[in-house]
Nanobody, 121 residues
Framework: QVQLVESGGGLVQPGGSLRLSCAASGSILSINAMGWYRQAPGKQRELVARITSSGSTNYAGSVKGRLIISRANAKNTVYLQMNSLKPEDTAVYYC???????????????WGQGTQVTVSS
């Protein structure tokens, strides 16, 4: 089995910063892309940022220049540095990983439990 555990959410004022972390553990052979998604109340889940195993990144247009995704491959961990936060960034943030498990030579998607980010004064 594979588990993704997120941390770092919370309440922050507009213009503030937060750093989210997501650590994958379990019977992992390798991880391809990792990413962060978010879902605000009444809206569909959307991609925020994604990073490949080689470090290539892509971002939603609404977060470019403010949010930065990175990963530590040796730790199976992905990070999201969130700067200049706006009220519209308020959502539950979910971590995603494309994992190849030991003994199972195909890729599967795994999700974290979600962490709440609230941007409000």
């Amino acid at each position: 089995q594979v588990q993704l555990v997120e941390s770092g959410g919370g309440l922050v004022q507009p213009g503030g910063s937060l750093r989210l972390s997501c650590a994958a553990s379990g019977s992992i052979l390798s991880i391809n892309a990792m990413g962060w998604y978010r879902q605000a109340p009444g809206k569909q889940r959307e991609l925020v940022a994604r990073i490949t195993s080689s470090g290539s990144t892509n971002y939603a247009g609404s977060v470019k220049g403010r949010l930065i995704i990175s990963r530590a491959n040796a730790k199976n961990t992905v990070y999201l540095q969130m700067n200049s936060l706006k009220p519209e960034d308020t959502a539950v943030y979910y971590c995603n990983a494309q994992v190849i498990r030991v003994g199972v030579y195909y890729q599967s998607d795994y999700w974290g439990q979600g962490t709440q980010v609230t941007v409000s004064s």
